[in-house]
C-alpha cells in the first residue's frame, strides 16, 4: 500500500470547507479558471491521458465517455449521479457534506468540456441534509457567476439544477435516472440508444458519479501524468473506500487502488481490525452487487482489475461491508435477496420473477425449511439472468446474481450443514405437502 496525501477528503475537517470563501482561498476554483483557457477538446484530451475511470460502479473511462457525444450536438446534458444507493455505500454523501464546492468545480470543468447546457445533479432523497449544503453551495457559486450566463466572460452558459429523487435504487441506474428527471417512472431504457446520442429530454447526455467528478479539478490542476502517477496502473488516481459491519472504526477513507481488503479491516489508517477480535467470515467488497469474499480471500487488491480474480463482478462502488463468525449465511442470504426482489424495477421477467423467486427461497431457507436442491436452484437461476447473458435490460439483475451465487457458492458447506441440522419435517410444512 502506498503513502498517500489526502486529495478528494483535503478538505475534511478544515473549518466552514463548504464556504465558497474557505474553498478559493485553499485553491478552491483555480482549476476551472485554467480549464477556461483550453479548449473543450483540450480538456477531453487531458481527461483521457489521466486515464480516471468511472467512480459509480463500472469503471468506464470518462473522457471515452464524453468522446461519444456526437460532434454536431447543439444541445448536451450533464446528469450527475448523486442517488448513491448501492448498500453500503457512502462515500458520494461524505464528499457532497465535506466539500461540495469541489463537486461544483467538477461539474464545471465536466460541463465546459462537454459544451453541456444544463447539469442535473440527481440526488437520492435520503440525503435532506447534505441537499441543503449543496443548494447553499451552488447559491454562492451563481452569485459569484459561476454558473448561468456568460460564465467567467467565457461566453459559455451552463445552468445547474439539484433534482431530488424519491428513493429507488433503480433510479441510480443512469437510463432509469434520466426517465426519472424527466418526471416519469424510474424504468431503465433498453439500450442502445445510449445517452450519449439520445439521453435526457432525448439530447446528447453524459452521465458521472459524484467522485468522478470530484477527480477533475485535480486532474487539471496537476495533470494527467501526476493522476496516473497516483497508484496501479489501469487503477490510477485516488479513490474513496468504505468499511462497515463489525469493525472498530467503520467510515470512509481515501487511498490508492492498491489497497488489499485485509489493509482496509485491518489497517490502523482504516478498520483498525474486528471487535472482539472475531474472524472475518466473509466480506462484500464493493457493494452488494459485485459479490462476496470469504475470509481467506482478503488478500484482493481494490482495483478494477483484481476482483475478477475472485469471481466477482468488479470493484463496484469500493464499499466493504464485513461479516463476522457470528454471523448465519441464511441471515445474509435473505437481506441480500430480500433488497434484490424489492428493488427490481419489474421490467425484465427474469429480473423479476428471479429475484422473487430467489427470495421465496432465502425466506424457506433462513425459516430453517430449505432444501439441499435449493442451493442448486439458486445457482441455477442466478446463471439465466442479467445483462451479460443478454436477457435484462440493466445490471441490477447481475448484481442480484453475483451478490447471490458467489454467496451459494462459496459458503455452500455451511449451508448445507443448517439444511442438514433442520428439524425434520420443516420442509413439508413450508411447502405445504403434509398438513
Ligand atoms: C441498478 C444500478 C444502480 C446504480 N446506481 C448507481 C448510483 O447510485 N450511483 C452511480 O454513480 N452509479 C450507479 N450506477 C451506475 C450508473 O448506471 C452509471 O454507470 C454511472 O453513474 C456512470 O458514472 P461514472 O462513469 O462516472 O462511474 C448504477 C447502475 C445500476 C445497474
Ligand atoms: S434488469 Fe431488473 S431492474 Fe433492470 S430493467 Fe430489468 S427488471 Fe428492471
Not at 467528478?213 to 497508484?231: E, N, Y
Not at 419489474?346 to 423479476?352: D, E, I, N, Y
Request: aromatic fraction near 8%.
Amino acid at each position: 500500500m502506498s503513502r498517500f496525501e489526502p486529495i478528494l477528503l483535503r478538505n475534511l475537517g478544515v473549518p466552514n470547507a463548504t464556504d465558497l470563501t474557505v474553498y478559493r482561498s485553499r485553491g478552491g476554483y483555480q482549476a476551472f479558471e485554467k480549464t477556461l483557457r483550453m479548449t473543450p477538446d483540450e480538456v477531453v484530451q487531458e481527461v483521457r491521458a489521466a486515464d480516471l475511470r468511472g467512480r459509480g460502479g463500472a469503471g468506464f473511462p470518462a473522457g471515452v465517455k464524453w468522446g461519444f457525444l456526437p460532434k454536431d450536438r447543439t444541445i448536451t446534458y450533464l446528469c450527475v449521479n448523486a442517488d448513491e444507493s448501492e448498500p453500503p455505500t457512502f462515500s458520494n454523501r461524505v464528499l457532497i457534506e465535506t466539500d461540495p464546492h469541489q463537486l461544483l468545480e467538477g461539474i464545471l470543468i465536466a460541463g465546459f468540456a462537454t459544451r453541456a447546457t444544463a447539469a442535473y445533479i440527481y440526488m437520492r432523497n435520503e440525503f435532506a441534509e447534505q441537499f441543503h449544503i449543496l443548494q447553499h453551495a451552488l447559491d454562492q457559486a451563481y452569485a459569484a457567476g459561476l454558473f448561468g450566463h456568460h460564465i467567467q466572460g467565457s461566453g459559455w452558459s451552463m445552468e445547474c439544477y439539484i433534482h431530488r429523487g424519491a428513493g429507488a435504487y433503480i433510479c441510480g441506474e443512469e437510463t432509469g435516472l434520466i426517465e426519472s428527471i424527466e418526471g416519469k417512472r424510474g424504468w431503465p431504457r433498453i439500450k442502445p440508444p445510449f445517452p450519449a446520442v439520445a439521453g435526457l429530454f432525448g439530447k446528447p447526455t453524459v452521465v458521472n458519479n459524484v467522485e468522478t467528478l470530484c477527480c477533475l479539478p485535480h486532474i487539471m490542476q496537476r495533470g494527467a501524468s501526476w493522476f496516473t502517477g497516483i497508484g496501479p496502473k489501469g487503477s490510477s488516481g485516488p479513490k474513496l473506500f468504505c468499511i462497515s459491519g463489525p469493525v472498530n472504526r467503520p467510515g470512509c477513507y481515501e487511498a490508492t487502488m492498491d489497497i488489499t481488503v485485509r489493509d482496509l479491516i485491518y489497517h490502523r489508517d482504516f478498520g483498525q481490525g474486528m471487535q472482539n477480535e472475531k474472524f472475518v467470515k466473509g466480506v462484500y467488497p464493493g457493494g452488494l452487487s459485485m459479490g462476496v469474499l470469504t475470509g481467506e480471500e482478503l488478500d484482493m487488491r481494490m482495483d478494477f482489475d483484481d476482483p475478477q480474480r475472485y469471481g466477482l463482478l468488479g470493484l463496484g462502488t469500493a464499499a466493504a461491508v464485513v461479516i463476522d463468525e457470528d454471523t448465519d449465511v441464511r441471515q445474509v442470504l435473505l437481506n441480500v435477496a430480500r433488497f434484490f426482489a424489492k428493488e427490481s424495477c419489474g421490467q425484465c421477467t427474469q429480473c423479476r420473477e428471479g429475484t422473487g423467486w430467489m427470495y421465496k427461497i432465502a425466506q424457506r431457507i433462513a425459516d430453517g425449511a430449505g432444501r439441499l436442491q435449493d442451493l442448486d436452484i439458486l445457482s441455477e437461476v442466478t446463471q439465466s439472468m442479467g445483462m451479460m447473458p443478454g436477457l435484462s435490460i440493466c445490471g441490477l439483475s447481475d448484481g442480484a446474481a453475483y451478490a447471490i451465487r458467489t454467496l451459494v457458492e462459496k459458503f455452500r458447506r455451511e449451508f448445507e450443514q443448517h439444511i442438514r441440522n433442520q428439524k425434520p419435517g420443516n420442509v413439508e410444512r413450508a411447502l405445504n405437502v403434509v398438513n
